[in-house]
């Protein structure tokens, strides 16, 4: 499956934005699927993921009540609503899948990944 993550920016901290990840290829619908994200010289780290249906996610602990994950098979798309965002939150996110078609927060069950859209945010 290819993925497409877009919706990135510079935004003041308390500011929201919307990222985007479409898919291509496969059937999506079969797919379990997360957010990372990696800031300069910090390792990917799990942000968030839904499972195939959508009916259970997961959640890092610093994004739980600001962050929402969705997504629509219709569209083949999955996104990432972030809300009262905060400068560490500044990272290069990047959507990824897994074929195991739950929830996972493991970035090693994840095989397929995007190119990654620039989250700035500024204090």
């Known amino acids: 499956v290819q993925l497409q993550a877009s919706g990135g920016g510079l935004v003041q901290a308390g500011g929201s934005l919307r990222l985007s990840c479409a898919a291509s290829g496969r059937t999506f619908s079969n797919y379990g699927m997360g957010w990372f994200r990696q800031g300069l010289g910090n390792e990917r780290r799990f942000v968030a993921a839904?499972?195939?249906?959508?009916?259970?996610?997961r959640y890092l602990d610093s994004v739980k009540g600001r962050f929402t994950i969705s997504r629509d098979n219709a569209k083949n798309t999955v996104y990432l609503q972030m809300n009262s965002l905060k400068p560490e939150d500044t990272a290069l996110y990047y959507c990824?899948?897994?074929?195991?078609?739950?929830?996972?927060?493991?970035?090693?069950?994840?095989?397929?990944w995007g190119q990654g859209t620039q989250v700035t945010v500024s204090s």
């Open positions: 990824a899948a897994t074929s195991a078609g739950g929830a996972t927060m493991d970035r090693y069950r994840y095989y397929y």
């Open positions: 839904i499972n195939w249906s959508g009916d259970s996610t």
